[in-house]
C-alpha cells in the first residue's frame, strides 16, 4: 500500500520559494497567478495494507521526521 | 481557483532525497517501509475560475517551469 504525504507550509508563515517561482512565472509571461505555495510531496510504499493500522506509523513518521509541525502542516491519503 | 500541481520523478529515476528520508526513518525505528520517493507540491492562486481554460496555461507553466520533463512527471488538480 502506498501512503501518500502532502506536507505545506501553515497559513501565515512566508514561503520564499513559493514566492520566487512566482515571480519567475511571471517574467515567464504568466499572468493570472495571484500566489504560489511550495510544499513537498513524499510517497511511502509499506508493507503494511491495512489503513488504519498504517495510519497512526505515518502520522507518527510525519510528527518526527517528514513535517516540522511548527511551521508546516501534513496530510495524509492512502492508496492501494 | 486553486491548481495544485504534483511534480514526481519518473519511475527509474533515482531519489537520493528519499533514499535519505528511507534511511532516517529506519534509523527512527520505523519499520516495513519499502520505499520512499519525494517530490514537490505545488499550489498556484490563479485568478480564472474556468478549469478548461486555465489547464492549458497550468500545463505549460509545468513544462516550461514547473517540472524537468525529461525526469518528472506532473499532475495537475483544480480546486474550487
Redesign the interface.
Known sequence: MKAKV???LKAGVLDPQ?KA?HH??EA?G?A?????????????????TDREKARP?VE??CR???ANTVIENFAIDFEG
Do not use: S
Not at 34 to 47: M, P, S, T
Open positions: 502532502h506536507v505545506t513559493g517561482v519567475a512565472l515567464l504568466f493570472g497567478i495571484n500566489g504560489v505555495r511550495q510544499g513537498k510531496f513524499i510517497e511511502l510504499d509499506l508493507a503494511e506509523m507518527d513518521a518526527k521526521l517528514l
